[in-house]
């Protein structure tokens, strides 16, 4: 069970994000818009019939989910994600802000944040199904160097690097097209990044697209930023240096702070400090490794600080955690 598959979510109305929705689907829409609805539930209940976490697809990025049995928040590092819920819902923190999604909505990441994430709504007889796909800021470059794409006015400010917006007809029959290549699989190699690149337009000409666009428009806020993140989660276990990555990323130390917490919610060393305490966890979890030596490998110097620090994030010391995610891990084991 990956520890990722809970890390994606999206606001509804009444929390945050919601007040960026577009408008709902026109009246003379709603026949069709509920009817495919109503497919995209019955293929991913197809294709995830007898699993319990993510089945990750035969299209690259691709992966739909089925949660029958939700346990505890899961800590996770969010990478640039489009998703969408069939059936359920579930919410996100990302630092103090909450954020929740349902089958009327979809969510972007833009860029990699660390969120706390739980499925809310699921159970045997009406399990959680969605769907995630993963961004490649490459593939949006190369929409927006097309000259043909309409353009759009981009402000040249950082914003939160996660939003919501209402699903509407268009972008969901690109999804249920790009779904039902799993029917003929002869055709994913040339279909599959032609629908891909259409979602892609879709995001950025809906609701808050704007934001896709400045992450990967050169000198942009929103890209400086984005490229700082990927500076310190290549270096995540090296000493932070913000000055390094100000001057990296072509901006001043406090320009890049205020910027940094705009997008991630959090300053550059509460970022890294998360990084690291997630890449242990995922160590001393899954990889089997020892306390001390996931410690050290994420560049804690210190065992004590490294326990206090985890059992500030996750709720409980290494050793607890790990007899508790066992548990539940064995709990939703066939």
Request: hydrophobic share 45%; with cysteine; proline share 6%.
């Amino acid at each position: 069970m990956d520890l990722n598959e809970h890390a994606v979510f999206e606001p509804a109305a009444g929390v945050a994000g919601a007040e960026h929705a577009a408008a709902p689907a026109q009246p003379d829409d709603g026949a069709r818009f509920d009817a495919m609805r109503h497919e995209l539930l019955q293929l991913i209940g197809r294709y995830t019939e007898g699993i319990e976490g993510t089945l990750e697809t035969a299209i690259e990025g691709l992966g739909v989910h089925r949660i029958t049995c939700p346990t505890g928040p899961k800590h996770a590092v969010q990478k640039p994600v489009f998703a969408v819920i069939a059936q359920g819902s579930k919410r996100v923190l990302i630092g103090d802000e909450v954020y929740e999604y349902d089958p009327m909505h979809y969510l972007v990441a833009s860029v990699d944040l660390p969120v706390v994430g739980k499925v809310m709504i699921a159970s045997p007889d009406a399990p959680y199904l969605g769907l995630r796909l993963e961004l490649d800021t490459r593939e949006i470059g190369a929409l927006i160097g097309d000259e043909d794409l309409p353009q759009a006015v981009v402000a040249d400010t950082a914003a939160r690097g996660m939003y919501v917006n209402r699903l509407d007809a268009a972008l969901l029959d690109a999804v249920l097209r790009l779904l039902r290549l799993h029917e003929t699989p002869r055709d994913i190699p040339i279909l599959a990044p032609m629908i891909r690149r259409e979602i892609l337009y879709r995001l950025l000409m809906n609701g808050q697209g704007a934001l896709l666009r400045q992450t990967v428009l050169q000198d942009s806020q929103m890209n400086r930023i984005a490229k700082a993140i990927r500076l310190m989660r290549d270096g995540y276990a090296q000493p932070l240096r913000v000055e390094d990555i100000a001057r990296d990323v072509h901006m001043s130390v406090s320009s890049l702070h205020h910027h940094f917490k705009l997008v991630t919610a959090m300053s550059p060393l509460q970022y890294q400090k998360n990084l690291r305490l997630q890449e242990a966890r995922r160590l001393i979890l899954t990889a089997d490794m020892s306390v001390a030596l996931a410690a050290h490998t994420v560049g804690y110097e210190s065992s004590s600080q490294f326990s206090r620090e985890y059992s500030r994030l996750f709720g409980a010391p290494p050793l607890r955690d790990k007899r508790r995610w066992q548990e539940e891990e064995a709990a939703v084991s066939p």
